[in-house]
């Protein structure tokens, strides 16, 4: 507290309603507190006046007063709407209907509303080839007034009029801005609410009628003003619009080159050459060990005896739909083994050549193990197919219904329903344990013949047993075989770098597992040069052992290329390439049989609702 008394300081009993503390030399004046204040001090048994009313400032009264500023703020500020609506644009569609004055039209119009400075600026869409210039601007970006009478004058649209208060020249007067705004016109211009389908604006006399607007807007009012219809209106029709839709007029197929060649001559005067589907060739075209070719085996079926015989190869493009066939010609059978169809689209047949219509071709559905297509007037019967084929196929089994196990299934059961009971009666299977019965395929193809006749074809048969398959592959060449031919391939060549494959192999297996993935393995074979074929290499990995998890034995695979170890006597020189191709054995990959108790459980017949179905059969015959 300030003198006379010293070494004494405030408390709580020398603040109240009215008393003037002193605090470092200025004196401040109490005139209220709050209510938990009050109630404190009168628990405390201290009375509080009431509250003092505080004296006006003659100066804070005076600036009250209204008066005109000296230097007025020259510029609006929209940084809050610009920060809050900035890159928000509603987009309408409308159109300008001038059809009544000589050679009018009717504007087909784009309307953009900026909802940061309310300002609107509108774009015609000028139509190809309609003699006007592309990409107009009907209307600059800017306010559009409602009402329009006349064009304003110089200075009308500045936000505040100078005075000339002393002074006749620019040098020696005095100039000052008008607080009044003397002449100021107030102007209403065009806003988001007033913009809706259907609506009719005035842009310096021109209507324009909106007819739709984009997601944007229409989401925009459905937030903000609770808008849910939004159908949109018709234009009316140009002079120069024809109702009739007229089609380009295609000259019938002449009969040179492809039609896709012939038709190129009829949109252009420098004939260009054909499109093709870049997004299908990039979806389709070889990744990897994925080829996206499917490979059929096929015979000729023909009248005469020397072509009954023959062997083809068919191969499958899918990123172009185009087909390839090769001939595996027999030695002394009078025929060459080459190229008998070169790749390319090919036609259905029975079709009109010469005429307008683009005929059909083949596609890739159409080919399945067991049909009968006729490929430019010769017929072949698929016979089998390598097993990329067989899998891709059931991978896509929507596109390819001959490898769809469910549709299949749904077909068997409806052909054995009748008649389940005397075919499980006939035909036992052979029992080899408790758990699994297993039926061999040729077994399985005789009953599915014998039941469904002409109603399942050979893929479908295959189909089945691929999916029920005992996973017990057939070897068409003993593991013996194979290491005999490796051997001889690698004496051959003098091929004596297995140290250096051993070293490779352990580099990339870190852990030291002893086991690699197949790609991996197949990676690091072609990397250090194995002299020997494609399909040897791959019929030597199909012979290593493996794990559970399907990765290869490494160590399997040096014990079977080491020539030093266990060797065998060279083998007689063969055709590597046809004696290991898929095409030259005699069936194609289904196993060695099938798990006969899964597909029953599958096919899901019960015996009673087979006699029902005998019953009603009796009392309908």
Not at 446 to 471: F, G, M, P, V
Request: proline fraction near 6%.
């Amino acid at each position: 507290m300030p003198d006379p008394v010293r070494y004494r300081f405030y408390d709580i009993i020398d603040l109240n309603i009215g008393k003037e503390p002193e605090i470092y030399g200025r004196v401040y004046k109490i005139v209220d507190c709050d209510k938990f204040t009050r109630q404190f001090l009168n628990r405390m048994g201290i009375p509080v006046p009431d509250p003092i009313e505080i004296p006006k400032d003659p100066h804070m009264e005076l600036h009250k007063q209204e008066r005109f500023p000296k230097n007025p703020k020259r510029t609006v500020d929209t940084l809050g709407d610009f920060l809050k609506y900035d890159r928000q644009v509603l987009r309408f569609y409308g159109y300008w209907d001038d059809t009544d004055s000589l050679y009018g039209i009717v504007h087909d119009l784009e309307i953009h509303y900026f909802l940061c400075d309310n300002t609107m600026e509108i774009k015609e869409n000028v139509p190809e080839n309609s003699g006007r210039d592309t990409g107009l601007m009907f209307l600059r970006r800017m306010k559009v007034p409602k009402f329009f009478s006349e064009l304003d004058p110089i200075g009308m649209t500045d936000l505040f009029s100078v005075l000339n208060v002393l002074g006749e020249d620019m040098i020696h007067g005095y100039y000052t801005i008008d607080p009044l705004n003397t002449g100021k016109v107030n102007r209403e211009y065009y806003k988001e609410n007033e913009l809706s389908i259907g609506a009719k604006i005035n842009v310096f006399g021109k209507k324009i009628i909106i007819t739709d607007m984009d997601a944007f807007t229409k989401e925009f009012y459905r937030k903000k003003y609770g808008l849910n219809e939004f159908t949109p209106m018709e234009r009316p029709r140009k002079r120069d619009e024809i109702c009739i839709k007229m089609e380009k007029y295609i000259p019938p197929y002449n009969g040179f080159g492809s039609y896709e060649d012939s038709l190129g001559n009829c949109f252009a005067m420098i004939p260009q050459p054909p499109k093709k589907d870049i997004v299908k060739f990039l979806y389709y075209d070889k990744q990897g060990f994925d080829s996206h070719v499917l490979r059929f085996r096929a015979k000729m079926i023909s009248h005469i005896p020397e072509n009954e015989d023959r062997i083809f190869i068919i191969r499958v493009f899918l990123m172009d739909d185009t087909i390839s066939i090769y001939e595996l010609a027999k030695r002394n059978s009078g025929f060459t083994r080459c190229e008998f169809q070169k790749r390319m689209p090919i036609m259905l047949p029975n079709q009109e050549i010469f005429v307008s219509k683009k005929p059909d071709y083949y596609k890739p559905e159409d080919f399945y193990i067991g049909a009968r297509l006729n490929l430019n007037d010769f017929i072949f019967e698929m016979i089998s197919a390598d097993i990329y084929a067989l899998r891709y196929m059931e991978l896509h089994c929507d596109k390819f219904p001959k490898a769809d196990v469910k549709l299949i299934l749904e077909k068997v059961r409806a052909a054995l329903k009748p008649v389940y009971k005397e075919f499980i009666q006939l035909y036992p299977t052979e029992k080899l344990n408790d758990e699994d019965r297993i039926m061999p395929y040729e077994k399985l193809k005789e009953i599915l013949l014998q039941y469904l006749k002409d109603d399942i074809t050979e893929h479908e048969i295959i189909t089945i047993a691929r999916h029920y398959s005992s996973h017990e592959k057939e070897e068409f060449h003993t593991r013996e075989f194979i290491r005999q031919l490796i051997h001889t391939e690698l004496i051959r060549t003098l091929w004596n770098d297995l140290d250096r494959l051993e070293e490779d192999l352990h580099n990339c297996d870190r852990g030291r597992t002893g086991f690699l993935s197949r790609d991996k393995v197949y990676i690091i074979l072609r990397g250090c040069k194995i002299p020997v074929d494609v399909e040897l290499l791959n019929s030597m990995l199909d012979h290593i052992h493996t794990n559970e998890n399907g990765k290869l034995d490494y160590n399997d695979l040096l014990r079977f290329m080491n020539i030093k170890i266990d060797p065998l006597p060279l083998a007689l020189p063969i055709n590597i390439k046809s004696v290991l191709w898929w095409a030259s054995e005699k069936q194609p990959d289904y196993g060695v049989a099938m798990v006969w108790c899964a597909f029953i459980k599958d096919l899901d017949i019960k015996v009673e609702e087979t006699e029902k179905t005998q019953e009603i059969q009796k009392t309908v015959d």
